[in-house]
């Protein structure tokens, strides 16, 4: 039987107060630790949010792209899941 219960990771997104940004919806907003594809794309949806610089400070899950649109309100986020990822919160900073 596979494993089919596994926790989720869930991000908690941060908006830095200088840019005084609203994130005002993530896709998709939790995942689950051991899928094949390491690879996760987040869409982040808020005002003028592709003014912004994302960044992640803790291991097991890093940015490897990001993706800004014609539109300022659209910001694609390319992350890297390593295998040993513990499930958890893991904050992005919009600076």
């Known amino acids: 039987m596979m494993k089919q219960l ?3 990771l869930t991000f908690l997104i941060l908006a830095n107060a ?3 940004q609203s994130i005002q919806r993530v896709e998709p907003p939790m995942w689950w630790t051991g899928m094949k594809n390491p690879q996760l794309q987040l869409m982040v949806y808020g005002e ?3 003014g912004t610089q994302p960044e992640m400070e803790r291991d097991g899950v890093t940015i490897s792209a990001v993706h800004k649109l014609s539109s300022p309100n659209y910001l694609f986020i390319d ?3 390593d295998p040993s990822a513990k499930p958890g919160n893991y904050d ?3 600076k």
Do not use: M, V
């Open 18 to 20: 200088i840019h005084a």
């Open 92 to 94: 992005i900073t919009f």
């Open 48 to 50: 003028d949010i592709a």
């Open 79 to 81: 992350l890297e899941i």
């Open 6 to 8: 596994i926790s989720t």
